[in-house]
């Protein structure tokens, strides 16, 4: 049974900092895409970054130098490192798996940057 579960969520300050986990099961986690998105209210579902099965990674320009992605293939997790985090970050982060035109989707954590 394929899980992924995502952990690490929470309510922020601004210029504050989180880091996302996604836990996964069920398949052979070395062999397959890691993704992170987000999805704020009202708006679409977004790519945050990507890291792929050699290990290298692409952050988008709205996050790039304040997000890192990672992976530890040994624990079959993912890692988002967020910080100076903003309000603009406030949404649910979700993982997704993807490999060989299967994609497995996380049940996503919230992240609510406020003062």
């Known amino acids: 049974q394929v899980q992924l579960v995502e952990s690490g969520g929470g309510l922020v300050q601004p210029g504050g900092s989180l880091r996302l986990s996604c836990a996964a099961s069920g398949f052979t986690f070395s062999s397959y895409t890691m993704s992170w998105y987000r999805q704020a209210p009202g708006k679409e579902r977004e790519l945050v970054g990507i890291t792929s099965t050699g290990g290298s990674t692409h952050i988008v320009d709205p996050v790039k130098g304040r997000f890192t992605i990672s992976r530890d293939n040994a624990k079959n997790t993912v890692y988002l490192e967020m910080n100076s985090l903003k309000a603009e970050d406030t949404a649910v982060y979700y993982c997704?798996?993807?490999?060989?035109?299967?994609?497995?989707w996380g049940q996503g954590t919230q992240v609510t940057v406020s003062s």
């Open positions: 997704k798996a993807r490999a060989r035109g299967l994609e497995y």
